[in-house]
Nanobody
């Protein structure tokens, strides 16, 4: 069984910063890529940032220059450093990992439980 546990959400004023963490554990042979998504009330879940096995990163246009995704491969953990936060960044942030499950013996997507980020104006 694989688990993704997120932490680091909270309430912050506009212009502030937060750092999210997502730790993967369980029957993991290798991780292909890890993502951060977010979902605001009444809206669809959108991709925020991706980091591949090789360290390549991609960002949604709305967060470029403000958010940074990074990864500690030894700890199977991905981070999202969020700076210059805006009220429109308010959402539940979800971690996703595409990994080779050693029990299922295949690549599978797993999701974290989500962490709330609220940015006040």
């Amino acid at each position: 069984q694989v688990q993704l546990v997120e932490s680091g959400g909270g309430l912050v004023q506009a212009g502030g910063s937060l750092r999210l963490s997502c730790a993967a554990s369980g029957s993991i042979f290798s991780i292909n890529f890890m993502d951060w998504y977010r979902q605001a009330p009444g809206k669809q879940r959108d991709l925020v940032a991706t980091i591949t096995r090789g360290g390549t990163t991609n960002y949604a246009d709305s967060v470029k220059g403000r958010f940074t995704i990074s990864r500690d491969r030894a700890k199977n953990t991905v981070y999202l450093q969020m700076n210059s936060l805006k009220p429109e960044d308010t959402a539940v942030y979800y971690c996703n990992a595409n990994l080779y499950d050693d029990v299922l013996r295949k690549y599978t997507d797993y999701w974290g439980q989500g962490t709330q980020v609220t940015v006040s104006s």
